[in-house]
């Protein structure tokens, strides 16, 4: 019960977590546009609820706004041959005047109105209290198994063998470029409906929302790798999710007993920021003190 | 049956030591925001409330994060807080998703307009709004700058608090006949370029309660005084660092009105029967160094309309 916050909001943010995994360890691509990517699956979901559409499908569109701001981002990077981190930066700084005009303002109230994790936790009739995390849980292990499913496709084979040897597919006649801006389409539609899926969560959806939303996932992306040490695909992809909770369960660790330990509400990243360190210290240290070398 | 007597005798010296734990959230570190907590602690210390001896705060403060604000409310919850203070839109935004089921009070603080953030219509919810009047401040602009036509106002389009007193603006505007000239500074960064933006275009420069605006302040205060512009700042604070005309409220005054409605719940009124309120009592104040500096004289009629000058490096308030 402790914390159950955190584990709700790490697998509603693990959706975000797979799509930065899609593209920053399938694709090699450090892509920045979810940080713009994140609150327009917000903005467009909020925008639709308030407009009486139902909340399952009003997430659906704001990932479906995420899948065309990621192709964007690839279009940029590939056809134009513009920097990747540039391109994702372009994109992001795009978004935000984009997110403005959608919402109309820069933020929109959603207390009160029907949510999609509601919905689907009164569907299962889960266990009072249980609901949102067994509902979070839901969307994250669909969508896992469906992007797993996608990987092992002979596209998805090919989008893997994109991000680790380009040239060896130029050799065999696919157009690498093809597959990375489907893949960044496809990541930035994740991120996206993670955020439309935050949005409900939060009770509202708001133009800075956004802020970190790379940071997060990177670091969520990590800590999976380092805590379950994947060797599959499944493992890297569980990992991604995995990473995402530890991370979320790190801030609340930070809030809880941060004061314990006398740090104000000002230390919090820094808190957050040690607490994910030791997390990524641990393996080497471990090494170290067993008298391996690392 | 002594035992019982025991445990009884024991639980309730516990019982009565138990303070009261209050939360407070708020969603980055600003001089304002701070200001607000500080006065409704002070209202509360004043009230006989004393920290660490019968109430205990949990601060806490999203640093910018809108996910972290979601986690702080949670952590509230599982804290068993008896009551919680969320200062500014998006902290209490998160807090009242957390709380709304709950019969555990809240009440909100600096948020400008409650009832499209959704704050309103929760049985445990009540607060402060910090909205300002910004049809007074135009018609006060029109009274102490003669011949005004074309009013710049510099905002952050993605402050909701800010972008809801600039759609108040033109509004008032319009309905007052001046052509109002908004520029958007997306970030602090911005705000030089915006303000010089303005040199030549305007008559008077008008700004809200933005705190990009209030972060950046100094590039304004330059360009008023390189342009020779009026300068009207919604925050009197901010007088003393070279505002020509500063009106509002300052945000402990905000946290004591704040302090007063935690106080009436927390003496066992029910927040469903405490309406939120407006923050009243605006000041206006001139600053006659910054004055002399730019060569704009306040005509006598003008200077009847001052709560308080500032006059060489020294504030005089009117009785």
């Known amino acids: ?294 | 049956m002594k035992k019982l007597l025991l445990a009884l005798v024991v639980f309730g010296l516990i019982g009565a030591a138990k303070p009261i734990v209050i939360g407070i959230t708020q969603i980055v570190d600003h001089p304002a925001l701070n200001a607000c907590r500080d006065g409704i602690i002070e209202a509360l210390r004043r009230a006989g409330y004393i920290e660490g001896q019968n109430v205990q705060f949990i601060f806490a403060n999203a640093q910018g994060d809108f996910s972290v604000a979601m986690a702080i409310a949670q952590d509230f919850l599982a804290r068993g807080v008896d009551l919680v203070v969320s200062i500014t839109t998006p902290s209490s935004q998160a807090v009242v998703q957390v709380f709304k089921d709950t019969n555990i009070p809240v009440v909100f603080s600096a948020v400008t307009d409650p009832v499209a953030a959704g704050l309103i219509g929760h049985p445990n919810v009540t607060g402060a709004s910090d909205m300002i009047d910004v049809r007074a401040d135009l018609e006060l602009l029109l009274k102490v700058v003669p011949g005004l036509k074309r009013l710049g106002q510099i905002y952050n389009p993605g402050e909701v608090n800010s972008a809801t007193l600039t759609e108040m603006t033109k509004k008032a505007a319009k309905e007052l006949g001046i052509e109002l000239i908004v520029v958007p500074a997306e970030g602090t960064a911005a705000v030089p370029l915006a303000a010089q933006s303005l040199l030549g275009r305007v008559d008077a420069i008008y700004c809200t309660t933005d705190n990009t605006v209030a972060a950046a302040l100094d590039a304004v205060i330059e360009v008023s005084k390189r342009g020779k512009i009026p300068f009207l700042f919604a925050d009197p604070t901010s007088l003393e660092r070279g505002v020509l005309i500063c009106t509002g409220f300052d945000y402990f005054d905000h946290g004591l009105l704040t302090g007063e409605i935690v106080l009436k719940v927390l003496r066992g009124t029910p927040p469903k029967d405490i309406p939120f309120v407006r923050q009243a009592g605006t000041k206006v104040f001139f600053n006659l160094d910054v004055a002399e500096e730019i060569g704009f004289v306040f005509s006598p009629e003008a200077k009847k309309l001052a709560t308080g000058l500032l006059f060489g490096g020294q504030r005089f308030i009117k009785e």
């Open chain 1, 1 to 294: 019960m402790l914390f159950l916050g955190a584990a709700e909001q790490g697998l509603i943010y693990g959706l975000m977590a797979l799509g930065v995994y899609l593209s920053f360890r399938v694709l090699s691509f450090p892509d920045l546009s979810v940080d713009g990517t994140f609150p327009l699956g917000a903005a467009v979901a909020g925008i639709l609820i308030l407009r009486g559409f139902n909340p399952f499908l009003a997430a659906l569109v704001g990932g479906g706004a995420g899948l065309m701001a990621g192709a964007l981002t690839g279009v940029l990077a590939t056809r134009l041959r513009i920097p990747g981190l540039l391109a994702g930066v372009l994109t992001m700084i795009m978004l935000y005047s984009l997110n403005l005009r959608i919402m109309g303002r820069p933020n929109l109230s959603l207390l009160g109105k029907p949510s999609v994790l509601n919905g689907l936790a009164q569907a299962i009739s889960a266990p009072r209290g249980y609901g949102t995390v067994l509902a979070a849980g839901i969307f994250c292990a669909v969508t896992a198994v469906l992007l797993l499913l996608f990987l092992h496709t002979e596209l998805g084979g090919a989008m893997r063998a994109c991000g680790q040897n380009p040239d060896l597919l130029k050799s065999l006649g696919t157009n690498p470029d093809n597959l990375r801006i489907l893949g960044l389409a496809i990541s930035n539609g994740l991120v996206a409906f993670s955020g439309a899926l935050v949005a409900q969560y939060s009770g509202f959806a708001d133009v800075g929302m956004g802020v970190g939303t790379i940071v997060a996932g990177l670091a969520s992306v990590i800590i999976g790798e380092l805590l379950l040490r994947p060797r599959s695909l499944w493992g890297a992809i569980l990992a991604a999710v995995g990473g995402s909770v530890a991370y979320r369960l790190a801030i609340s660790v930070a809030l809880r007993y941060g004061a314990a330990v006398g740090f104000t509400a000002s230390d919090l990243r820094l808190v957050t920021a040690l607490v994910v360190l030791a997390a990524l210290a641990a393996p080497t240290l471990r090494a170290a003190l067993r008298g391996e070398s690392p």
